[in-house]
């Protein structure tokens, strides 16, 4: 559980345990859930987007390189809200696990947790 305030800025990135080095986690799409269903959820959101970030460097050992490091760079992909309203605000995550050549492994996942705005 995590507590904001409002006008907070919510985010969530995935990863993997490997840190997507031989499967990717990658989050298709959060929402925020219904407040009457399944319980008392009176926070709200504004609709969350997803941004990508280029250029991100990712360090490697490189014998070659000036310090021996070297860089690639990535492209990280985060979905992005802001806190409204005070309560407990419940949204899903919908993601997807790829192999290295970006083939989905099994279904669409979803988590459906919550947070809570003071």
Same mark, same amino acid.
């Given at each position: 559980?995590?507590?904001?305030?409002?006008?907070d800025?919510?985010r969530?990135?995935a990863?993997?345990?490997?840190?997507?080095?031989?499967?990717?986690?990658?989050?298709?799409?959060?929402?925020?859930?219904?407040?009457?269903? *399944?319980?008392?959820?009176?926070?709200?959101?504004?609709?969350?987007?997803?941004? !990508?970030?280029?250029? /991100?460097?990712?360090? $490697?050992l490189?014998?070659?390189?000036?310090?021996?490091?070297?860089?690639?760079?990535?492209?990280?992909?985060?979905?992005?809200?802001?806190?409204?309203?005070? *309560?407990?605000?419940?949204y899903?995550?919908?993601?997807?696990?790829?192999?290295? !050549?970006?083939?989905? /492994?099994?279904?669409? $996942?979803?988590?459906d947790?919550?947070?809570?705005?003071?």
């Amino acid at each position: 559980m995590d507590r904001r305030e409002p006008g907070d800025n919510i985010r969530w990135r995935a990863t993997t345990l490997s840190r997507n080095f031989d499967r990717v986690a990658l989050i298709t799409n959060v929402q925020q859930g219904n407040p009457h269903q *399944g319980g008392d959820y009176p926070g709200s959101m504004s609709t969350p987007i997803s941004y !990508n970030i280029p250029n /991100i460097p990712v360090p $490697y050992l490189d014998k070659g390189a000036p310090h021996g490091i070297a860089k690639t760079d990535v492209t990280y992909t985060f979905w992005q809200s802001t806190a409204l309203n005070a *309560g407990k605000l419940w949204y899903t995550v919908t993601f997807v696990l790829l192999d290295r !050549n970006l083939n989905q /492994i099994g279904p669409n $996942y979803s988590w459906d947790p919550y947070i809570t705005v003071n």
